[in-house]
C-alpha cells in the first residue's frame, strides 16, 4: 500500500483581519487537520475543533467570542465526521501529530483515544507552565487527557523511511512544528500556524502572541526546504480549500 495524505476541513474561524496578518475588516478561515494512510499505520497532523464547539454555548467558543473570533463547525465537519466520511475509523488512528496545543489544532484529541501523540518536547512542556500556557493560549482540558505521549526535539522521521517528516519551525508557540509529507508523486510541506497564509510569505505579519524572530527564521528555513514540485498547504489559507481543495478530501 502506497502512501496517502487527505486533507480536512473542520470549521471555519471568523476573525479580524488584522489579528490573522491579512488585509481587510474580517477573513473566515478554514481549520484544517490531515490524515497520513501509512502502511505503517493511520496518523493525523493535527486534529481539528472539540465537537462541542458545534454548541454556540460551548465555553470554549464563547470565550472565543468575547474576543471577536467566532467558531463555526458544523456537524458534519467535526472531526468524527470528516474521519467517517474517508471511512476511517477514529479507533484506528495510531498517531496524532500535534503541530502545536492550540484549540483549534489539538481540541479533537479526544476522538482519538487509542493514539499516541507526538509532540515536540519544548511544546510540551509549555503546555505544562501556567504562566507559558497563559501567554500563548494553550488549553490543557484539550490535550491532558491521558494519551500515551511521544516527545521529539527538533527534527524526526516519523516512520524511519523518509516520508513524513516532523519540522521544527518555533515562534507561533514555543515548540511548533511542521510537516513534510513525501508521497510516491507528491511532496507537501504542512506548515500549519508557522504561515497562516500565503501573503504572509510576502508581508510577514505575525500574530501579536507569538516570537516573531523566530517565525521569521522558521519560515525562511521551510522555504528553503522547497524542490521545484512542493506544494506548500498553509496553515488557514482560504484560497487552499474552496472549489478545488490543496489536498484531496475524499479517497478514490
Known sequence: MALKLYGCVCGHLDSAAASM???????????PFYVIDHPKGLTLFDCGLHEGMTDPDERYRRLLAKQDMNVELPPDET????????????????????????????????????????????????????????????????????????????????????????????????GHQSLRVRTEDSDHILTSDACYFCDVVRSRSFPAFADKAAMNQALDGLLGLMEPDTVMVFGHDPDQWGDAPVLPTRRA
Open 21 to 31: 496578518g491579512v488585509a481587510g475588516e474580517r477573513v473566515r478561515a478554514p481549520m
Open 79 to 174: 472531526p468524527a465526521a470528516r474521519m467517517e466520511a474517508l471511512d476511517f475509523d477514529p479507533a484506528a488512528v495510531k498517531q496524532v501529530v500535534l503541530s502545536h496545543l492550540h484549540f483549534d489544532h489539538a481540541g479533537g484529541l479526544h476522538r482519538f483515544p487509542n493514539a499516541t501523540v507526538v509532540v515536540q518536547k519544548r511544546e510540551w512542556e509549555a503546555g505544562f507552565d501556567d504562566e507559558v500556557a497563559a501567554r500563548y493560549g494553550l488549553p490543557k482540558a484539550y490535550f491532558d487527557l491521558g494519551h500515551k505521549v511521544k516527545t521529539i526535539d527538533g527534527e524526526h522521521d516519523l516512520f524511519g523511511d523518509g516520508s513524513v517528516t516532523c519540522l521544527p519551525s518555533y515562534g507561533h508557540t514555543p
